[in-house]
């Protein structure tokens, strides 16, 4: 008999998950946690340390990156870029 629940995450991609779903306002946990509830099982090593360096970002400077209201900074790394509402 198999087990029809999905095997869990490790550790570090629940805490992961757990931060960009709860960031502290529905805005950024919606912008940001969608995009990581969609693709934390895919994101590689290297990935998943942009993503915590993402996670350390205050939410205003997220939340007005990712909707356009400011223009992201040109260091921005690629796994911010690829959350940008489009």
Do not use: K, N, Y
């Amino acid at each position: 008999m198999s087990d029809p629940t999905p095997p869990p995450r490790d550790a570090r991609r629940r805490r992961l998950l757990f931060r960009a779903t709860h960031r502290g306002t529905q805005e950024t946990d919606r912008l940001v946690g969608g995009f990581v509830a969609a693709r934390i099982d895919m994101f590689t090593e290297s990935e998943l340390v942009a993503l915590e360096a993402v996670m350390d970002l205050p939410d205003p400077d997220l939340a007005d990156w990712l909707t356009g209201r400011l223009p992201m900074p040109d260091d921005a790394p690629a796994i911010l870029r690829a959350m940008v509402c489009r």
